[in-house]
């Protein structure tokens, strides 16, 4: 750190009189600039548009408070997954997907686990979403890779 201030030293000490103190003038002037517009204005910027967005987030809150009697409760889609038992709509839903489950052990009254070997991961998906839509949860859900890419091998756990 001395060795870069000592030849500014020498440099300012080789300056006339009056140019050093006019150097030190702009100093006096450049430095509280400095401040101000690398501490305080960007510590400003920062605390108005947090507290913008503190309010509006407010406004939110109170517009979704008003309006929550508006919105109708959270209801299961009717398909024909209520006119099948779990089990036959698994199985009929993996057919029409073109899936083939290797096993298939019902989990209590309202679930059923399935395995599946050497399937597409995109009608995986598919068959999953399908489920998904017609009410059911996939509760859980594990998938191995195969060697051959885009197949899998996945077990899950549907809950009706």
């Not at 779990?86 to 399935?114: H, N, Y």
Request: proline share 5%; net charge negative.
């Amino acid at each position: 750190m001395k060795s870069l201030i000592k030849p500014v030293e020498t440099y300012l000490s080789g300056l006339s009189e009056k140019d050093q103190r006019a150097l030190k003038l702009l100093a006096l002037f450049c430095v509280p600039l400095l401040v101000y517009f690398m501490l305080l204005e960007p510590s400003y910027h920062y605390y108005a548009e947090a507290k913008s967005d503190y309010m509006e987030g407010r406004e939110l809150l109170a517009w979704m408070e008003q309006n929550k009697s508006n919105i109708p409760a959270a209801q299961t889609p009717q398909s024909k997954s209520q006119q099948l038992p779990l089990s036959q709509f698994v199985s009929s839903s993996a057919e029409t997907k073109q899936i083939s489950i290797t096993r298939l052990q019902p989990q209590g009254d309202q679930g059923v686990r399935i395995w599946m070997n050497e399937v597409n991961f995109a009608s995986l998906i598919e068959f999953l979403t399908h489920l998904s839509d017609n009410g059911f949860s996939i509760n859980s859900i594990t998938v191995d890779k195969t060697t051959n890419p885009g197949v899998v091998n996945a077990q899950c756990l549907i809950m009706g």
